[in-house]
């Protein structure tokens, strides 16, 4: 989710808390917990920071470690102690708990992004990814904040979380009902897909596409159930030869190739050497592709440029690559 969601979840945490006897009764446990639930809520995040070094490095890691099994055990212990040097006293157990809560509760709804994450790190480094919901979703974040103004005004704040988190489950529930009814859909338009990729956008009824078959790539775009094919591409396979292999080296292509579940790839020889592209499939928008990996080498293949990330027009790609226009 952004960071804005995770903000607002964690002031919500912090009401659902007064559920609590031990938080309720309590007015240092309270803020205390209050404090605690809307770092947790945002502390696995702190790998945002990767994006002041480089692409590569951010994408390599972003909800990485930090979400990772390990990191939903030590942060709670980490905040709650930092937390008991400002509140004194407070109740240690009922502060870990909620916190530990924030914490969790972050990872987990992270995992229903197309993004997705690491999650079941140090066992496995698979990017958990379910894809119903968007990094930002309107519905989501606007349920929290009029949870916040309900209890702004005076209402009770557990009661109203409990009652405003058994609208999200159901929301969530009906999001897992929706996309099954498009990846239905879609194997009846390519039968024979041996895998879709289904990414959700911030409409409810609108989701991109990616269907895999033995020998085609299929990009489509759903809405209200109707499936409309935008795209076709041969399944080639990344060839072996010098000029990929030592592509593959490179940071920015390698971060690429970590992350990216379904791409095509392009190798294109210039005046004096190579330009290899690795183009991202889940993210068209306004029939442009724009999350791709590319590098640029002379016939040496020493690399003279590269770059991964978001890019919407070719004068900012080649600023990017620090290359003359060709």
């Not at 109740?91 to 990872?107: E, G, I, S, Y």
């Not at 990929?244 to 920015?252: G, P, Q, S, V």
Request: proline letters at 5%; one cysteine or more.
């Amino acid at each position: 989710m952004d960071t804005g969601t995770h903000l607002v979840m964690g002031f919500a945490l912090g009401g659902l808390a007064t559920l609590d006897p031990v938080v309720a009764d309590n007015t240092l446990n309270s803020h205390s917990v209050l404090l605690a639930t809307i770092i947790g809520s945002q502390i696995p995040d702190i790998d945002t920071f990767l994006k002041f070094r480089n692409n590569a490095v951010y994408i390599r890691n972003h909800r990485g470690a930090t979400h990772s099994i390990p990191a939903v055990i030590l942060w709670p212990l980490l905040i709650t102690a930092c937390a008991a040097l400002f509140f004194p006293g407070t109740n240690l157990l009922h502060l870990w708990l909620w916190t530990f809560l924030a914490v969790f509760l972050h990872v987990f709804v992270d995992i229903f992004n197309a993004y997705g994450t690491q999650a079941v790190r140090p066992f496995s480094s698979k990017w958990v990814a379910l894809g119903i919901i968007n990094t930002f979703d309107p519905f989501i974040f606007i349920i929290h904040v009029i949870g916040l103004i309900i209890w702004a005004i005076g209402a009770n704040p557990g009661i109203t979380f409990i009652f405003i988190y058994a609208i999200v489950i159901c929301y969530y529930l009906c999001r897992f009902a929706e996309q099954w009814a498009v990846k239905k859909a879609v194997l009846k338009i390519v039968p024979n897909a041996e895998k879709v990729i289904i990414a959700p956008t911030m409409r409810y009824f609108k989701w991109r596409i990616v269907a895999i078959t033995d020998k085609r790539l299929f990009v489509a775009k759903a809405n209200k159930r109707e499936i409309t094919i935008l795209d076709e591409y041969d399944r080639v396979p990344i060839p072996e030869n010098e000029v990929i292999n030592r592509a593959k080296k490179d940071k920015n292509i390698a971060a690429f190739l970590s992350f990216s579940p379904i791409f095509r790839w392009e190798l294109e020889e210039l005046e004096n050497g190579y330009e290899v592209r690795f183009i991202d499939l889940r993210y068209r928008s306004k029939g442009h592709y724009p999350f791709v990996a590319i590098v640029q080498m002379d016939e040496d293949l020493v690399i003279k440029g590269s770059y991964i990330g978001w890019i919407y027009n070719k004068d900012k790609l080649r600023k990017k690559l620090d290359v003359a226009p060709r």
